[in-house]
């Protein structure tokens, strides 16, 4: 049901009248002052004025004063901070400089340290070098030796030896070699953390250069500018605490290697001094049992000199006698002639004179001796000439014998020994040349 438009009703201003003898009155001024003020009035605005003048110079003056208090607070504030932030700033420079001298000197201590292992290197480089000389000597000594002759070809207390020899230098190579490698993964490890020191003191140094161009800006600095975003910290930022920690923890890792290095290096003497007397323990065995094996040969030959020397007498002996004895066969043969001669003869006796006398008997028993001293002698020629070929195969036994003596003593004094001359002495072995 719609509501129908009508007027909204007037609203009556009330207008405050002044009713006094020295008013206006009239609805025409209502809200408008038209006559002058009262006496009363002025000296209360006089008053006013002056009041609310007194007023705002003490106020003004009280801010002045405070102003004034705040501003030599502010400037004594500031420069206390600044006091307190270059000495912070300084006191920072002196922790930045203990840390870099610190790794500045660690890393000093690694570079020699790491000079002194590759000089270490060096010796172990040319010991190893220097092992190539005794394991081609006693490879050529085993070799040699097996040019010997039956029977000399012995395996003897020589080649227990050299054989020993040649495990033994095999041995140290795979040593030297491992040491070697040891070496190099130290050398490396020690760069690594050079390397780690470096870059931290390269901070340092650059820290350092920094705060202490921070510490000599002042007020009278003509490089200082606004930089309102500076006060923010760094996410990435770390505390007093983790950033010594990470310098000692470099110098502490630094410092371990070192001694690692240094226990290395003290190793690598060790064995290089127990490898040189190893080796030449060795050698001096090898040269004994060589000497020794020499003298047994020496001695060997010298006998079978001795027995060639009496065999050959005896072979001259022996074939003087076969040529007595041949001539004892062939100077019967004329008894034997004339025996048997005679015995021919007489059994030509006619009739009765064919007699059995003692003669005849004695003529038999004359052949029948002769005939047995023939066979006699024929068996002691063929004995004697069985002996010959028996001293003669003894000589030739001897005197091959001999040659295999002679040819084993070549293999092993001037061969074998003589090859041993170039053996390296101990200050090559240990690696100073």
């Not at 040969?297 to 007498?313: C, R, V």
Request: net charge negative.
């Amino acid at each position: 049901m719609a509501v129908p438009a009508s007027q909204l009703p007037m609203k009556v201003a009330e207008v405050a009248l002044n009713a006094g003898p020295h008013s206006s009155c009239g609805l025409a001024t209502a809200g408008f002052r038209t006559a002058k003020y009262l006496p009363q009035e002025w000296h209360e605005h006089r008053h006013s004025q002056a009041h609310e003048a007194s007023i705002d110079r003490d106020q003004a003056e009280r801010c002045r004063l405070e102003a004034h208090g705040l501003a030599q607070r502010a400037t004594a504030a500031a420069q206390r901070a600044q006091q307190e932030s270059t000495a912070a700033l300084g006191q920072r420079l002196q922790d930045i400089h203990f840390w870099k001298a610190e790794l500045q000197k660690e890393i000093e201590e690694l570079i020699a340290e790491t000079g002194l292992l590759a000089a270490q290197k060096v010796r172990l480089e040319r010991a190893l070098d220097a092992t190539e000389v005794p394991c081609s000597i006693a490879t050529d000594n085993l070799q040699c030796r097996e040019r010997r002759q039956h029977p000399d070809l012995v395996c003897d207390q020589v080649e227990i030896e050299l054989l020993k020899e040649a495990e033994l230098i095999r041995n140290i190579q795979e040593l030297l070699k491992r040491t070697l490698m040891q070496a190099d993964n130290q050398m490396r490890l020690n760069q690594d953390h050079k390397e780690v020191c470096e870059m931290d003191w390269s901070d340092k140094v650059e820290t350092y250069n920094t705060d202490d161009k921070c510490g000599r800006y002042s007020n009278q600095s003509t490089n200082i500018q606004l930089h309102p975003g500076s006060v923010r910290f760094e996410e990435s930022a770390s505390t007093p605490e983790t950033w010594a920690k990470f310098s000692h923890d470099n110098i502490y890792r630094a410092e371990r290697e070192k001694l690692a290095s240094i226990d290395l290096r003290a190793l690598i003497d060790n064995i290089l001094h127990d490898v040189a007397e190893d080796l030449r323990m060795q050698c001096a065995a090898v040269n004994e049992a060589f000497a020794k094996r020499c003298e047994e040969l020496e001695d060997a030959k010298h006998k079978l000199e001795y027995h060639l020397k009496n065999t050959l007498k005896e072979i001259g002996d022996q074939e003087a006698n076969i040529a007595a004895l041949k001539q004892a066969i062939k100077d019967k043969e004329a008894p034997m002639k004339v025996a048997q001669t005679r015995l021919y003869d007489r059994s030509f006796r006619p009739n009765v004179e064919l007699c059995r006398d003692p003669a005849q008997f004695r003529l038999i028993s004359e052949v029948e001796e002769l005939t047995e001293s023939i066979e006699s002698l024929k068996k002691k020629l063929l004995e004697s000439e069985q002996s010959l070929r028996n001293l003669e195969d003894t000589r030739m036994n001897l005197e091959k014998e001999i040659a295999v003596k002679t040819n084993s003593i070549f293999i092993d004094r001037q061969k074998c020994m003589a090859h041993r001359t170039r053996y390296p002495i101990v200050f090559k072995l240990t690696g100073y040349q």
